[in-house]
Nanobody
Framework: QVHLVESGGGSVQAGGSLRLSCTAS????????MAWFRQTPGKEREGLTI????????SYFASVKGRFAMSQDNAKNTVYLQMNSLKPEDTAMYYC???????????????WGQGTQVTVSS
């Protein structure tokens, strides 16, 4: 069975940090690409970071580059999102996703977690 499970969300003050985790079933982690997206009510899902699981190469969307860092632990089928210098505008539901090919559009991702809420207060 293919599934992704996120954890690590919560509430934090502006300037603080959180680390999200996403553990994938073996089938999902065999996908070439893992990514983190976020979504706020009424808006489309926004791609944040991508990692090529075979090489560990990461890419970041401009809004989070320098503040967020994605990493992986292949032994645990887990990817992480370290979020630093958080801002109130980072408040959203955060999702991890897996796909056979990397891209910034959510349409290209085959598997999704249930999401974890991140709330940043000013």
């Amino acid at each position: 069975q293919v599934h992704l499970v996120e954890s690590g969300g919560g509430s934090v003050q502006a300037g603080g940090s959180l680390r999200l985790s996403c553990t994938a079933s073996r089938a999902a982690y065999s996908s070439v690409c893992m990514a983190w997206f976020r979504q706020t009510p009424g808006k489309e899902r926004e791609g944040l970071t991508i990692i090529h699981t075979d090489t560990g190469i990461t890419s970041y969307f401009a809004s989070v580059k320098g503040r967020f860092a994605m990493s992986q632990d292949n032994a645990k089928n887990t990817v992480y999102l370290q979020m630093n210098s958080l801002k109130p505008e980072d408040t959203a539901m955060y999702y991890c996703a897996a796909a056979a090919r990397c891209g910034w559009s959510s349409d290209g991702y085959d598997y999704w977690g249930q999401g974890t809420q991140v709330t940043v207060s000013s």
